[in-house]
């Protein structure tokens, strides 16, 4: 018995819903963003750079002139844009149906720093949806059937990438790996994704909260892995954005998605295919890992989520 391949075609009108994405001017956040506005959300785009924002619509504009879109400017890598796009948000908006953290920065040709010098990949793909997610909760809180949909990366299994929270060097003062350091950010995700699932759950608040990998998808992140990565690796099995980008609009809109879930391609090792339910690292499911990377996040952040 077979079963039918999950795509755009299964999500169901999302007329009326408000739909925030980060990094929505390129790749996967612009194909969801195309994707969901044309399922009728109204879709806040964000991106750090306006210019390459207002390109985005412009070309989701040509082919859907009805789209309801609005970007607005979020730099995740500094914690005063979050604060300030979180000022901007409440003055504008009171309904929040589904938050898709996906902005995300990977293997950077040097180390690189946020505003606040955390390492960028864990700074900017961690700490700053960390600190968003809390800044927007009280307006998820209040909007009926909410949910917030986490984009991780397989890599966070990867052998190569040495799995862990390094705790004693969250930022690779010690010495610095582009691989280790990305792998760290996105096991990052989904403990994060987990604990806030655990604990959404225990305070009785009715949030789901799905996480997604993209497989191996051909975007611009793969801009610093070198030649021939790029060029050759890149070529022969990346799958398409469109594919790629599968995974997150199902965890962001299947009505059957269970909270704690987590969706990516199954074939080639998780690398391509549709979307289904997939077991992310028995890392990612460490409680005790997840709380201590939590207290962590608050600390750093200093945020202390309203579960209330």
Known sequence: ?????????????????????????????????????????????????????????????????????DLMHLDLSDFASIHQFSQEFHNKYRQLDVLINNAGVMFPAKRELTKQNFEIQFGMNHLGHFLLTGLLLDVLKSTPNSRIAIQSSGQHKAKMGKPDIYF???????????????????????????????????????????????????????????F????????????????????ILRAAT???AVSGEYFGPTKMNEMRGYPEVVRSSDKSYDKDLAGKLWKVSEKLTQIIYNFT
């Open 1 to 69: 018995m077979t079963t039918k391949s999950w795509t755009a075609d299964d999500i169901p009108s999302q007329q009326g819903k408000t739909i925030l994405i980060t990094g929505a001017n390129s790749g996967l956040g612009l194909e969801a963003s195309k994707v969901l506005s044309s399922k009728g959300a109204h879709v806040i785009m964000t991106a750090r750079n306006l210019k390459s924002g207002n390109e985005a619509i412009s070309l989701i504009k040509k082919k859907n002139a009805n789209a309801k879109l």
């Open 168 to 226: 004693d060097d969250l930022n690779f003062d010690k010495g610095y790996n582009k691989y280790v350091a990305y792998t760290q950010s996105k096991l990052a995700n989904l403990l994060f994704a987990y604990e806030l699932d655990r604990q959404l759950k225990s305070n009785n608040i009715d949030i789901t909260v799905v996480s997604a990998h993209p497989g191996y998808t051909k975007t611009n992140l793969v801009r610093h892995s070198g």
């Open 228 to 247: 021939f990565v790029q060029s050759i690796i890149t070529n022969i099995l990346a799958q398409s954005v469109e594919m790629g980008t599968l995974p």
């Open 254 to 256: 299947d009505i059957n």
